[in-house]
C-alpha cells in the first residue's frame, strides 16, 4: 500500500517507479495506492511521485507532470519458495552424501578385487583391478590447480544459469550466462582466494581440486529443481605444522572461518547489486549454495573438520546454514539484514586470520646468535 502526504495536493498526485535504466512504470493517481510488486521485474527502482506541472502549461492528459519526492525502493520477490529452497537443500546434501559414500564403496570393492586377484596369483587381473579403483583419482592429483579452477568455473556459470531459466529454452540460457558467468567467476576466486590464504596462513601448502559429490549435488539440483546447491571444488591442504599433527579445535576453527569467509562474500554482492541487481542476486545465491556444501560433514570439507571435533556443533552449523540458504533463497530475509549476517561473517573470518597468524608467529623457531 503506497500513500502520499507530502507537499501539494495529494488528489491529484501520481506514483511512478523507474528503473535503473532510466525507464519508466506509471503505478497510478491519487494520494494511496495499492500494488502488487509481483507484476514487476525484480530491482532496485527509484520510486517517484508526480503532480501535474504548472510551469509548462500542459495538462495531466498530456503527461505534464514533475517529481515532488522520491526514495530509493528494492523489488525483491522470491524465485523459490522456502519449501522447495529446503527440499533442494536435502537433495543436495543426499547427492553428495550419495556420491561420496558409493566412490568409497567402489574403491573398497576395488581393493577387495586387488586383494582377491593377488591371492589367485593373477597378475593381469590384480592390474586391471588396481587400475580401474585407482584412475580417478590419479588424474585428479595429477591435475593441476589452474586447470580445477577453470572447470569449477565452467560448471558453476553453467548450472548456475540453469536455476534461473524457465525451462529448456536455448535463448533464455544464453542471455543469463554472461551475468551468471561474470558472478561465478568473481564468487570463486574470492572464497577460493580466501581458503587459500587462511590455509596458508596455519602453514599448510594448498592446491585446488574437484570435488566429485560436489558437482553431483550441483547437477542434480540445478537440472531438476532449479534451485542450485553445491560447490564442485575444494581447496587441498595438508593438516600438519612442522611435522605435528594439528588439533581438532585448529582444524574446526579454519573451518568456521571458511564458512564465515563465504557468508561474508554476500556483503560485496549486495554493494554491487546498487548498480546490478541480477548479479547480486546470483552471487548470493551462490554464496548460500557453496555454504551449504561446504558445511556437510564429508572429508575433505571445512564440515569434517568441525564434525572431527564436536559432532554437536557440526550438526548445529550445518542446519544453520541451510536455514541462511532458504531464507536467502525465499527472499524471507531482507537485504540490511542479510548485510549484516554478511559483516559478522566478515569479521569471523578476518579474526581467526589474525588468531592464526599469532599462534604462526609464537611457534616460529627463535635461532640463537653467536
Not at 519526492?69 to 524465485?79: A, L
Not at 558453476?156 to 533464455?172: I, L, N
Not at 574437484?210 to 575444494?234: E, H
Not at 554478511?342 to 640463537?368: D, F, N
Request: with cysteine; aromatic share 8%.
Amino acid at each position: 500500500l503506497l500513500r502520499y502526504e507530502g507537499r501539494g495536493d495529494p488528489a491529484t498526485v501520481r506514483f511512478v517507479l523507474v528503473d535503473q535504466d532510466g525507464n519508466t512504470i506509471i503505478l497510478g493517481n491519487g494520494p494511496e495506492l495499492e500494488w502488487d510488486t509481483r507484476t514487476i521485474p525484480n530491482g532496485i527502482y527509484t520510486l517517484q511521485v508526480e503532480r501535474p506541472s504548472s510551469s509548462t502549461g500542459t495538462t495531466p492528459a498530456q503527461g505534464g507532470y514533475v517529481a515532488i519526492d522520491d526514495t530509493s525502493f528494492v523489488v525483491r520477490n522470491p524465485d523459490t519458495s522456502a519449501g522447495k529452497a529446503t527440499a533442494a537443500a536435502a537433495v543436495g546434501a543426499g547427492a553428495a552424501l550419495g556420491a561420496t559414500f558409493g566412490m568409497q564403496a567402489l574403491a573398497a570393492m576395488g581393493q577387495a578385487g586387488q586383494e582377491a586377484a593377488m591371492g589367485l596369483g593373477e597378475d593381469v587381473l590384480k592390474g586391471k583391478t588396481a587400475g580401474r579403483s585407482q584412475r580417478l583419482k590419479r588424474w585428479s592429483d595429477r591435475l593441476p590447480s589452474k586447470a580445477a579452477v577453470a572447470i569449477i568455473l565452467g560448471l558453476m556459470a553453467a548450472f548456475f544459469t540453469f536455476e534461473g531459466v524457465d525451462g529448456w529454452d536455448p535463448s533464455g540460457y544464453v542471455a543469463a550466462l554472461p551475468i551468471v558467468g561474470a558472478a561465478a567467476v568473481v564468487f570463486t576466486i574470492i572464497e577460493l582466494s580466501m581458503e587459500s590464504f587462511l590455509a596458508r596462513v596455519s602453514g599448510a601448502s594448498v592446491r585446488v581440486r574437484l570435488l566429485a559429490s560436489g558437482i553431483v549435488s550441483l547437477i542434480a539440483t540445478s537440472l531438476f529443481l532449479r534451485v542450485a546447491v553445491g560447490y564442485p571444488g575444494y581447496v587441498d591442504e595438508d593438516d600438519t605444522d612442522h611435522g605435528k599433527e594439528l588439533p581438532a579445535f585448529h582444524g574446526a576453527a579454519r573451518a568456521g572461518a571458511v564458512l564465515g569467509g563465504i557468508i561474508g562474500t554476500m556483503a560485496m554482492f549486495i554493494l554491487i547489486g546498487m548498480v546490478n541487481f541480477d548479479f547480486m542476486a546470483v552471487g548470493t545465491e551462490m554464496a548460500v549454495a557453496a555454504l551449504v556444501a561446504n558445511a556437510l560433514p564429508l572429508k575433505p570439507l571445512p564440515g569434517h573438520d568441525v564434525w572431527v571435533w564436536n559432532k554437536t556443533v557440526s550438526t548445529l552449523s550445518f542446519l544453520g546454514c541451510v536455514g541462511l540458504f532458504v531464507l536467502v533463497q525465499s527472499a524471507i530475509l531482507s537485504l540490511p539484514a542479510t548485510f549484516a549476517v554478511a559483516l559478522a561473517g566478515i569479521a569471523a573470518y578476518l579474526g581467526t586470520v589474525v588468531l592464526l597468524k599469532r599462534q604462526a608467529a609464537s611457534q616460529e623457531p627463535v635461532v640463537a646468535e653467536a
